[in-house]
């Protein structure tokens, strides 16, 4: 039986490794609405806008649209995030919109992320179904007539170019150092007999290396193999040592052929 061979892994001279990314540039603005019940009577379509705030390296306002942007959602309060920087190609960003609980806290039901748009002069971005008026009046989050709202600014600043670190592992030979174990009996503690052929081991490599063992070695039958050798009375010797090999190496070594009859 040829023996199985274990194919070695080694690190190219050539190896390498990079990584594209994307530089943010992040900040954030808390916008407290305060005399909510007036700013209902604002129209279905209008907006009140906050006043400028810079986050991300760029210039900002809030629209809140009290009674919905548009008649189809009325029923909702909406909020977006608008760029009062000139910018002629745009700014890449994304926007997180949080309801803010009473201790300053985002409500995780209540918090909508943008996709990575484009902002413009002409563009915002936001969401005009944010909460519905009912919801927040029914909430704990509305308290004397206020209630506030954080918008997180991400803006992507740059995308560049970096080498990263290869770390190439070698390959393990765990395998050969059991096997030289296994060879120079040093701390063999356990040993069998198979016909007339003895074979010393380690209890502890077997053990950890094969249920079977590990209840032979220090179940119940433990006293019992502590008492000279282990027979092993159906199996033939050139067998045992190719098993003892595999569970010390998970390699099998090559066993002589038998002739046939």
């Known amino acids: 039986m040829p023996a199985s061979s ?7 001279d050539g190896a390498s490794s990079s990584a594209i990314v994307a530089g943010t540039v992040n900040g954030y603005h808390v ?12 129209p279905n ?5 906050s ?16 009674n919905g942007q548009n008649a189809e959602k009325a029923e909702y309060m909406a909020f977006f995030l608008c760029l009062d920087d000139t910018a002629s190609k745009g700014v890449e960003a994304k926007a997180i919109f949080s309801l803010l609980d009473m201790e300053g806290n985002p409500v995780s039901s209540h918090s909508f992320t943008t996709r990575v748009v484009n902002f413009s002069e002409e563009r915002s971005w936001g969401y005009s179904e944010f909460m519905k008026r009912g919801s927040l009046e029914k909430s704990e989050y509305l308290k004397d007539d206020c209630f506030k709202i954080r918008i997180d600014v991400s803006v ?17 030979d765990m395998h050969r150092q059991f096997g030289d174990l296994l060879l120079s ?22 053990a950890a290396r094969s249920p079977v063992f590990k ?28 098993m003892l ?9 090559e066993m002589k052929q038998q002739d046939e009859a």
Not at 31 to 42: F, N, Q, R
Not at 189 to 203: I, L, M, S
Not at 221 to 234: F, Q
């Open 215 to 242: 209840a032979q070695l220090y179940g119940r039958m433990r006293e019992s193999t502590t008492r000279g050798a282990i027979r092993i009375d159906d199996m033939e010797e050139e067998v045992f040592r190719a």
């Open 51 to 66: 006043r400028p705030f810079r986050a991300g390296g760029h210039t900002w306002h809030v629209a809140y649209y009290p």
């Open 185 to 206: 009996k040093q701390g063999v503690d356990v040993e069998f007999q198979v016909g007339k052929k003895k074979f010393d081991a380690h209890r502890s490599v077997l």
């Open 31 to 42: 916008l407290k609405i305060v005399g909510y019940s007036l700013t209902k009577a604002v």
């Open 6 to 12: 274990r194919a070695s892994a080694s690190a190219s």
């Open 245 to 253: 090999t595999f569970v010390y190496t998970d390699d099998l070594p």
């Open 156 to 172: 992507i600043a740059d995308f560049h170019a970096e080498e990263t670190l290869l770390i190439v592992v070698p390959p393990s």
């Open 45 to 49: 379509g209008k907006s009140i806008k």
